[in-house]
Protein backbone atom coordinates (compact mmCIF):
# COMPACT_ATOMS: atom_id res chain seq x y z
CA UNK A 1 0.00 0.00 0.00
CA UNK A 2 0.98 3.47 -1.21
CA UNK A 3 0.62 6.67 0.98
CA UNK A 4 -2.34 8.93 -0.13
CA UNK A 5 -3.36 12.46 -0.03
CA UNK A 6 -5.75 14.58 -1.12
CA UNK A 7 -6.16 15.12 -4.89
CA UNK A 8 -6.87 18.85 -4.29
CA UNK A 9 -7.79 21.23 -1.62
CA UNK A 10 -10.94 22.38 0.07
CA UNK A 11 -12.73 24.46 2.89
CA UNK A 12 -15.28 24.13 5.69
CA UNK A 13 -16.60 26.69 7.17
CA UNK A 14 -19.05 27.27 10.46
CA UNK A 15 -19.31 27.81 14.10
CA UNK A 16 -16.77 26.77 16.65
CA UNK A 17 -18.03 24.37 19.64
CA UNK A 18 -15.98 26.12 21.92
CA UNK A 19 -15.62 29.74 20.54
CA UNK A 20 -18.84 30.31 18.79
CA UNK A 21 -16.69 32.31 16.28
CA UNK A 22 -17.11 32.05 12.34
CA UNK A 23 -14.07 29.77 11.28
CA UNK A 24 -12.59 28.77 8.02
CA UNK A 25 -10.55 25.61 7.40
CA UNK A 26 -8.90 24.55 4.42
CA UNK A 27 -7.95 21.03 3.79
CA UNK A 28 -4.69 20.96 1.25
CA UNK A 29 -2.83 17.91 -0.18
CA UNK A 30 0.86 17.49 1.54
CA UNK A 31 3.58 15.37 0.02
CA UNK A 32 5.18 12.17 1.30
CA UNK A 33 5.96 11.19 5.17
CA UNK A 34 4.51 14.79 6.00
CA UNK A 35 1.56 13.45 8.22
CA UNK A 36 -1.17 15.18 9.77
CA UNK A 37 -0.52 19.37 10.39
CA UNK A 38 -2.36 22.29 11.17
CA UNK A 39 -1.19 25.61 10.53
CA UNK A 40 -3.16 28.67 12.58
CA UNK A 41 -3.31 30.89 9.41
CA UNK A 42 -4.81 33.88 12.00
CA UNK A 43 -1.23 34.40 13.99
CA UNK A 44 2.25 35.88 13.21
CA UNK A 45 4.21 33.01 11.21
CA UNK A 46 1.78 31.00 10.88
CA UNK A 47 2.78 28.64 12.89
CA UNK A 48 2.27 24.69 11.93
CA UNK A 49 1.49 22.23 14.77
CA UNK A 50 2.04 18.02 14.14
CA UNK A 51 -1.26 16.39 14.53
CA UNK A 52 0.10 13.91 17.03
CA UNK A 53 -0.49 12.28 20.54
CA UNK A 54 2.63 13.75 21.94
CA UNK A 55 1.18 17.09 21.40
CA UNK A 56 -2.17 16.78 23.03
CA UNK A 57 -2.77 19.03 26.18
CA UNK A 58 -6.11 18.77 26.85
CA UNK A 59 -9.25 16.51 26.50
CA UNK A 60 -11.91 17.74 27.60
CA UNK A 61 -14.88 17.94 25.42
CA UNK A 62 -12.95 17.45 22.53
CA UNK A 63 -8.66 16.89 21.85
CA UNK A 64 -6.94 19.76 21.96
CA UNK A 65 -3.14 20.17 20.33
CA UNK A 66 -0.99 22.41 21.36
CA UNK A 67 3.15 23.60 21.22
CA UNK A 68 3.59 26.66 23.07
CA UNK A 69 1.03 28.96 23.03
CA UNK A 70 -0.36 27.83 20.06
CA UNK A 71 -3.56 25.82 20.29
CA UNK A 72 -6.08 24.12 18.24
CA UNK A 73 -9.28 22.02 19.62
CA UNK A 74 -11.80 19.95 18.51
CA UNK A 75 -9.70 18.60 15.62
CA UNK A 76 -10.91 14.54 16.07
CA UNK A 77 -14.32 14.73 13.74
CA UNK A 78 -11.32 15.93 11.15
CA UNK A 79 -8.89 13.27 12.23
CA UNK A 80 -11.22 10.38 11.94
CA UNK A 81 -12.10 11.49 8.35
CA UNK A 82 -8.77 11.48 7.23
CA UNK A 83 -8.27 8.49 8.85
CA UNK A 84 -10.88 6.53 7.76
CA UNK A 85 -10.43 7.48 4.23
CA UNK A 86 -6.76 6.72 4.03
CA UNK A 87 -4.72 9.45 3.81
CA UNK A 88 -2.09 9.74 5.49
CA UNK A 89 -0.57 13.63 4.39
CA UNK A 90 -2.79 16.55 4.56
CA UNK A 91 -2.28 20.33 5.94
CA UNK A 92 -4.88 21.82 7.89
CA UNK A 93 -5.02 25.61 7.55
CA UNK A 94 -7.33 27.49 9.95
CA UNK A 95 -7.93 30.67 11.05
CA UNK A 96 -9.20 29.87 14.88
CA UNK A 97 -8.07 28.00 17.50
CA UNK A 98 -10.47 25.56 16.73
CA UNK A 99 -12.15 23.05 13.52
CA UNK A 100 -15.26 24.29 13.03
CA UNK A 101 -18.03 21.83 14.64
CA UNK A 102 -19.92 21.35 11.08
CA UNK A 103 -23.13 19.36 12.14
CA UNK A 104 -21.11 17.39 15.09
CA UNK A 105 -20.32 15.09 12.84
CA UNK A 106 -17.49 13.98 10.36
CA UNK A 107 -19.98 13.29 7.28
CA UNK A 108 -19.43 17.25 6.01
CA UNK A 109 -15.29 16.04 5.91
CA UNK A 110 -16.43 12.45 4.44
CA UNK A 111 -18.11 14.56 1.65
CA UNK A 112 -15.58 16.90 0.75
CA UNK A 113 -12.78 13.71 0.38
CA UNK A 114 -14.67 12.16 -2.05
CA UNK A 115 -15.66 15.12 -4.13
CA UNK A 116 -11.62 16.09 -4.49
CA UNK A 117 -10.72 12.39 -4.93
CA UNK A 118 -7.51 11.00 -3.31
CA UNK A 119 -4.51 10.88 -5.13
CA UNK A 120 -1.40 7.83 -4.56
CA UNK A 121 1.90 8.79 -3.62
CA UNK A 122 5.77 6.92 -4.30
CA UNK A 123 6.83 6.15 -0.83
CA UNK A 124 4.70 3.02 0.84
CA UNK A 125 2.62 3.28 4.08
CA UNK A 126 4.23 2.87 7.14
CA UNK A 127 1.67 1.21 9.55
CA UNK A 128 1.97 0.52 13.16
CA UNK A 129 1.26 -3.70 13.12
CA UNK A 130 -0.02 -4.89 16.76
CA UNK A 131 1.63 -8.00 18.08
CA UNK A 132 0.80 -8.22 21.42
CA UNK A 133 -2.23 -7.03 23.56
CA UNK A 134 -2.21 -3.56 24.57
CA UNK A 135 -4.47 -2.26 26.83
CA UNK A 136 -5.22 0.98 29.40
CA UNK A 137 -7.86 1.26 31.88
CA UNK A 138 -8.41 3.95 33.79
CA UNK A 139 -10.17 2.35 37.40
CA UNK A 140 -12.04 5.73 38.49
CA UNK A 141 -13.99 6.09 35.51
CA UNK A 142 -14.10 2.42 34.48
CA UNK A 143 -12.80 3.30 30.93
CA UNK A 144 -10.93 0.78 29.46
CA UNK A 145 -8.60 0.49 25.73
CA UNK A 146 -7.84 -2.96 24.62
CA UNK A 147 -6.02 -3.25 20.81
CA UNK A 148 -5.20 -6.78 19.67
CA UNK A 149 -3.73 -8.16 17.00
CA UNK A 150 -5.47 -8.11 13.53
CA UNK A 151 -4.88 -7.81 9.66
CA UNK A 152 -7.63 -5.25 9.58
CA UNK A 153 -8.20 -2.09 11.88
CA UNK A 154 -11.61 -2.41 13.24
CA UNK A 155 -13.35 -0.68 16.49
CA UNK A 156 -16.06 -1.75 18.94
CA UNK A 157 -17.06 0.59 21.53
CA UNK A 158 -19.08 -0.12 24.83
CA UNK A 159 -20.92 2.93 26.60
CA UNK A 160 -22.47 2.89 30.07
CA UNK A 161 -23.89 6.23 31.25
CA UNK A 162 -26.26 6.47 34.22
CA UNK A 163 -29.09 7.43 32.15
CA UNK A 164 -32.68 6.52 31.67
CA UNK A 165 -32.57 7.74 28.43
CA UNK A 166 -28.93 6.90 27.62
CA UNK A 167 -27.63 3.58 29.17
CA UNK A 168 -26.08 0.81 27.59
CA UNK A 169 -24.90 0.92 23.65
CA UNK A 170 -23.14 -0.72 21.28
CA UNK A 171 -21.54 0.46 17.95
CA UNK A 172 -19.29 -1.54 16.06
CA UNK A 173 -17.31 -1.40 12.69
CA UNK A 174 -15.46 -4.28 11.36
CA UNK A 175 -14.31 -2.58 7.93
CA UNK A 176 -12.61 0.54 7.53
CA UNK A 177 -14.71 1.20 4.22
CA UNK A 178 -17.96 0.88 6.59
CA UNK A 179 -16.93 4.75 7.96
CA UNK A 180 -18.56 6.64 5.49
CA UNK A 181 -21.63 4.97 5.16
CA UNK A 182 -22.40 3.76 8.71
CA UNK A 183 -20.25 6.18 11.19
CA UNK A 184 -19.44 9.92 9.43
CA UNK A 185 -22.93 11.05 10.17
CA UNK A 186 -23.30 10.17 14.17
CA UNK A 187 -23.11 13.59 16.11
CA UNK A 188 -22.03 14.38 19.21
CA UNK A 189 -24.43 14.44 21.98
CA UNK A 190 -24.66 16.40 25.58
CA UNK A 191 -27.18 16.26 28.50
CA UNK A 192 -29.08 18.69 29.32
CA UNK A 193 -28.17 18.98 32.79
CA UNK A 194 -24.55 19.38 31.42
CA UNK A 195 -25.19 22.50 29.31
CA UNK A 196 -25.54 25.23 32.20
CA UNK A 197 -22.43 24.54 33.40
CA UNK A 198 -20.31 23.49 30.22
CA UNK A 199 -21.67 27.45 29.01
CA UNK A 200 -20.45 28.39 32.38
CA UNK A 201 -17.03 27.31 31.51
CA UNK A 202 -17.04 28.96 28.31
CA UNK A 203 -16.93 25.28 26.67
CA UNK A 204 -19.61 25.29 24.19
CA UNK A 205 -20.65 28.71 22.96
CA UNK A 206 -21.31 27.92 19.82
CA UNK A 207 -23.50 24.45 20.78
CA UNK A 208 -27.10 24.05 19.64
CA UNK A 209 -29.65 21.59 18.52
CA UNK A 210 -28.53 21.82 15.10
CA UNK A 211 -24.39 20.34 15.88
CA UNK A 212 -25.48 17.80 18.80
CA UNK A 213 -28.08 15.93 19.99
CA UNK A 214 -29.14 17.04 22.85
CA UNK A 215 -30.58 14.39 25.92
CA UNK A 216 -33.35 15.56 28.62
CA UNK A 217 -33.40 13.06 31.32
CA UNK A 218 -33.61 14.32 34.25
CA UNK A 219 -36.19 16.45 35.14
CA UNK A 220 -35.98 20.06 35.49
CA UNK A 221 -38.66 23.21 36.03
CA UNK A 222 -39.96 24.84 32.81
CA UNK A 223 -37.75 28.28 34.26
CA UNK A 224 -34.51 26.34 34.58
CA UNK A 225 -35.18 24.71 30.61
CA UNK A 226 -35.83 28.50 29.54
CA UNK A 227 -32.58 29.89 31.33
CA UNK A 228 -30.23 27.18 29.36
CA UNK A 229 -31.96 28.47 26.63
CA UNK A 230 -31.77 31.79 26.52
CA UNK A 231 -27.87 30.79 27.80
CA UNK A 232 -27.71 29.07 24.33
CA UNK A 233 -29.65 31.59 22.77
CA UNK A 234 -32.32 28.87 21.39
CA UNK A 235 -35.38 29.56 21.45
CA UNK A 236 -37.56 28.21 24.35
CA UNK A 237 -38.76 24.98 23.85
CA UNK A 238 -41.50 22.96 26.23
CA UNK A 239 -40.25 19.31 27.04
CA UNK A 240 -42.78 16.77 28.33
CA UNK A 241 -41.12 13.36 28.48
CA UNK A 242 -37.02 12.38 28.68
CA UNK A 243 -35.57 11.21 25.34
CA UNK A 244 -33.95 13.02 22.37
CA UNK A 245 -35.70 17.03 21.91
CA UNK A 246 -33.79 17.35 18.53
CA UNK A 247 -35.82 18.29 15.51
CA UNK A 248 -33.88 15.63 13.53
CA UNK A 249 -34.31 12.41 14.61
CA UNK A 250 -31.27 9.95 15.46
CA UNK A 251 -29.20 8.72 12.57
CA UNK A 252 -29.18 5.22 14.08
CA UNK A 253 -30.63 4.17 17.35
CA UNK A 254 -27.28 3.70 18.95
CA UNK A 255 -25.40 6.74 17.44
CA UNK A 256 -24.31 8.03 20.70
CA UNK A 257 -22.08 5.27 20.33
CA UNK A 258 -21.11 5.47 16.30
CA UNK A 259 -20.29 9.07 17.28
CA UNK A 260 -17.85 7.50 20.30
CA UNK A 261 -16.45 5.45 17.19
CA UNK A 262 -15.25 8.79 15.61
CA UNK A 263 -13.97 10.16 18.08
CA UNK A 264 -12.15 7.01 18.97
CA UNK A 265 -10.32 6.70 15.45
CA UNK A 266 -9.82 10.49 15.70
CA UNK A 267 -7.52 10.27 18.34
CA UNK A 268 -6.02 6.95 17.39
CA UNK A 269 -5.29 9.06 14.17
CA UNK A 270 -2.27 10.82 16.24
CA UNK A 271 -0.31 7.90 16.74
CA UNK A 272 1.08 9.02 13.41
CA UNK A 273 0.33 5.47 11.50
CA UNK A 274 -2.15 3.99 9.86
CA UNK A 275 -3.19 0.67 12.81
CA UNK A 276 -3.39 -2.80 11.88
CA UNK A 277 -5.09 -3.81 15.18
CA UNK A 278 -8.60 -4.62 16.93
CA UNK A 279 -9.70 -1.74 18.95
CA UNK A 280 -12.23 -2.73 21.89
CA UNK A 281 -12.89 0.41 23.77
CA UNK A 282 -15.39 0.37 27.23
CA UNK A 283 -16.94 3.30 28.00
CA UNK A 284 -14.10 5.54 25.37
CA UNK A 285 -13.25 9.42 26.18
CA UNK A 286 -10.58 11.33 24.85
CA UNK A 287 -8.78 11.52 28.42
CA UNK A 288 -8.22 7.66 27.67
CA UNK A 289 -8.29 7.91 23.95
CA UNK A 290 -5.46 9.53 24.09
CA UNK A 291 -3.84 7.63 26.44
CA UNK A 292 -3.55 4.91 24.49
CA UNK A 293 -2.28 7.21 21.57
CA UNK A 294 0.47 8.41 23.31
CA UNK A 295 1.64 4.75 24.48
CA UNK A 296 1.68 4.07 20.97
CA UNK A 297 3.74 6.94 19.99
CA UNK A 298 6.03 5.92 23.06
CA UNK A 299 6.50 2.62 21.50
CA UNK A 300 7.16 4.21 18.17
CA UNK A 301 9.70 6.15 19.81
CA UNK A 302 11.53 3.75 21.41
CA UNK A 303 11.93 1.80 17.98
CA UNK A 304 10.78 3.87 14.98
CA UNK A 305 11.20 1.16 12.40
CA UNK A 306 8.92 -1.99 13.53
CA UNK A 307 10.57 -5.84 12.98
CA UNK A 308 8.67 -7.30 9.87
CA UNK A 309 5.80 -9.76 10.44
CA UNK A 310 7.51 -13.00 9.66
CA UNK A 311 4.70 -16.48 9.57
CA UNK A 312 6.90 -19.51 8.14
CA UNK A 313 3.73 -21.17 6.87
CA UNK A 314 3.21 -18.01 3.93
CA UNK A 315 5.00 -19.22 0.47
CA UNK A 316 8.28 -16.76 0.20
CA UNK A 317 8.07 -14.23 -2.66
CA UNK A 318 11.71 -15.79 -3.62
CA UNK A 319 13.09 -19.26 -2.29
CA UNK A 320 16.65 -20.09 -1.85
CA UNK A 321 16.75 -21.29 -5.57
CA UNK A 322 15.12 -18.60 -6.58
CA UNK A 323 17.96 -16.52 -4.79
CA UNK A 324 20.58 -18.32 -6.15
CA UNK A 325 19.99 -17.91 -9.58
CA UNK A 326 19.96 -13.76 -8.94
CA UNK A 327 23.36 -13.58 -6.69
CA UNK A 328 26.58 -15.02 -7.49
CA UNK A 329 27.19 -16.22 -4.11
CA UNK A 330 27.50 -19.66 -2.85
CA UNK A 331 28.66 -21.56 -0.02
CA UNK A 332 29.90 -21.16 3.01
CA UNK A 333 28.85 -17.00 2.02
CA UNK A 334 25.07 -17.54 0.75
CA UNK A 335 23.32 -15.64 3.86
CA UNK A 336 19.45 -15.27 2.85
CA UNK A 337 17.48 -18.15 3.01
CA UNK A 338 14.44 -16.68 1.61
CA UNK A 339 12.69 -13.51 0.74
CA UNK A 340 9.20 -12.38 2.05
CA UNK A 341 8.28 -9.41 1.38
CA UNK A 342 9.13 -6.68 -1.11
CA UNK A 343 7.97 -3.69 -2.72
CA UNK A 344 9.44 -1.05 -5.40
CA UNK A 345 11.20 0.88 -2.28
CA UNK A 346 11.94 -2.56 0.87
CA UNK A 347 12.65 -5.66 0.76
CA UNK A 348 12.43 -8.07 3.84
CA UNK A 349 14.67 -11.27 4.07
CA UNK A 350 15.26 -14.10 6.04
CA UNK A 351 18.49 -15.94 7.61
CA UNK A 352 17.86 -18.86 9.94
CA UNK A 353 21.41 -19.08 11.82
CA UNK A 354 22.15 -22.56 13.30
CA UNK A 355 24.74 -23.79 14.97
CA UNK A 356 26.34 -25.62 11.87
CA UNK A 357 27.38 -22.44 10.42
CA UNK A 358 31.28 -22.79 9.78
CA UNK A 359 32.38 -19.09 10.78
CA UNK A 360 31.39 -20.49 14.42
CA UNK A 361 34.20 -22.93 14.72
CA UNK A 362 36.24 -19.84 15.54
CA UNK A 363 33.70 -17.10 16.45
CA UNK A 364 33.46 -18.11 19.00
CA UNK A 365 34.29 -21.74 20.14
CA UNK A 366 33.01 -21.47 23.85
CA UNK A 367 30.82 -18.65 22.94
CA UNK A 368 29.47 -18.99 19.32
CA UNK A 369 28.69 -15.51 18.47
CA UNK A 370 27.89 -14.55 14.23
CA UNK A 371 30.26 -11.46 13.36
CA UNK A 372 29.16 -8.49 12.69
CA UNK A 373 30.55 -8.25 9.42
CA UNK A 374 28.75 -11.04 8.14
CA UNK A 375 25.25 -9.30 9.74
CA UNK A 376 25.99 -6.59 6.98
CA UNK A 377 26.86 -8.79 4.49
CA UNK A 378 23.89 -10.30 4.73
CA UNK A 379 22.20 -7.07 4.50
CA UNK A 380 24.18 -6.05 1.71
CA UNK A 381 23.05 -9.31 0.00
CA UNK A 382 19.27 -8.82 0.15
CA UNK A 383 19.79 -5.35 -0.59
CA UNK A 384 20.92 -6.67 -3.89
CA UNK A 385 18.01 -8.60 -4.71
CA UNK A 386 16.36 -5.15 -4.06
CA UNK A 387 17.72 -3.69 -6.49
CA UNK A 388 17.88 -6.52 -9.21
CA UNK A 389 14.26 -6.35 -8.71
CA UNK A 390 14.37 -3.41 -10.66
CA UNK A 391 16.23 -4.08 -13.76
CA UNK A 392 15.26 -6.30 -16.79
CA UNK A 393 17.01 -9.40 -16.56
CA UNK A 394 18.23 -9.09 -13.45
CA UNK A 395 20.29 -12.39 -13.84
CA UNK A 396 23.01 -11.13 -15.93
CA UNK A 397 23.79 -8.37 -13.09
CA UNK A 398 25.85 -8.12 -10.10
CA UNK A 399 25.97 -5.79 -6.84
CA UNK A 400 28.97 -4.60 -5.48
CA UNK A 401 29.75 -2.66 -2.22
CA UNK A 402 30.91 1.19 -2.49
CA UNK A 403 30.54 1.97 0.92
CA UNK A 404 29.41 1.68 4.52
CA UNK A 405 28.19 4.03 6.85
CA UNK A 406 26.88 4.26 10.60
CA UNK A 407 27.23 0.81 11.64
CA UNK A 408 25.68 0.09 14.47
CA UNK A 409 25.35 -3.28 16.58
CA UNK A 410 23.26 -3.50 19.48
CA UNK A 411 23.03 -7.31 20.45
CA UNK A 412 24.86 -10.68 19.44
CA UNK A 413 23.31 -13.03 17.16
CA UNK A 414 23.69 -16.74 18.44
CA UNK A 415 22.88 -20.14 17.27
CA UNK A 416 19.21 -21.01 16.95
CA UNK A 417 18.17 -17.07 16.02
CA UNK A 418 16.07 -16.23 12.88
CA UNK A 419 17.35 -12.87 11.41
CA UNK A 420 14.81 -10.78 9.11
CA UNK A 421 16.40 -8.19 7.52
CA UNK A 422 14.66 -4.89 6.24
CA UNK A 423 16.67 -3.12 3.44
CA UNK A 424 15.11 -0.04 2.10
CA UNK A 425 16.03 2.36 -0.45
CA UNK A 426 17.37 6.12 0.87
CA UNK A 427 17.33 7.56 -2.32
CA UNK A 428 16.06 6.17 -6.01
CA UNK A 429 18.21 4.38 -7.94
CA UNK A 430 20.41 6.46 -10.43
CA UNK A 431 23.45 5.45 -12.95
CA UNK A 432 23.57 2.06 -11.35
CA UNK A 433 24.00 3.57 -7.97
CA UNK A 434 21.64 2.66 -5.11
CA UNK A 435 22.03 3.86 -1.11
CA UNK A 436 20.06 1.79 0.92
CA UNK A 437 19.36 1.57 4.86
CA UNK A 438 19.66 -2.02 6.62
CA UNK A 439 18.09 -2.99 9.53
CA UNK A 440 18.20 -6.70 11.49
CA UNK A 441 15.72 -7.93 13.79
CA UNK A 442 15.96 -10.74 15.94
CA UNK A 443 12.22 -10.72 17.46
CA UNK A 444 11.35 -7.37 18.37
CA UNK A 445 14.49 -6.06 18.57
CA UNK A 446 17.28 -4.28 15.71
CA UNK A 447 20.30 -5.98 16.48
CA UNK A 448 22.69 -4.23 13.76
CA UNK A 449 21.91 -0.84 11.64
CA UNK A 450 23.50 0.14 8.64
CA UNK A 451 23.93 2.60 6.02
CA UNK A 452 25.17 1.45 2.58
CA UNK A 453 26.25 2.46 -1.47
CA UNK A 454 26.01 -0.86 -3.98
CA UNK A 455 26.44 -0.31 -7.50
CA UNK A 456 24.75 -2.63 -9.95
CA UNK A 457 26.61 -4.01 -13.03
CA UNK A 458 26.43 -5.61 -15.79
CA UNK A 459 27.96 -9.01 -15.84
CA UNK A 460 30.51 -9.54 -18.81
Not at 279 to 288: C, D, L, N, R, S
Amino acid sequence: MKQQTLKDSFSLSGKGLHTGAQIDATFCPAPENHGYKIQRIDLDGQPIIDAVADNVIATNRGTVIGKGDVVVSTIEHAMAALYAAGIDNCLIKVNAPELPILDGSSKLYVEEINRVGIEEQKEDKDYYIVKHKIEVADETTGSKIIILPDDEFSVEVKVNFESPVLSNQYASMEHIEEFASEIASSRTFVFVREIEPLVTAGLIKGGDLDNAIVIYDSELPQERLDHIADMMNSPHREVESFGYINTRPLSHENEPARHKVIDLIGDIALIGRPLKGKVIATKPGHTINSVMSKKIRSNIKRQEVQAPVYDPNVEPIMDNNRIRELLPHRYPFLLVDKIIDKSDNFIVGVKNVTTNEPFFQGHFPQEPVMPGVLLVEAMAQTGGLLVLSVVDEPERYSTYFMKIDNVKFRQKVVPGDTLLFHVSFMTPLRRGMAVMKGLAFVGEKIVCECEFMAQIIKNK
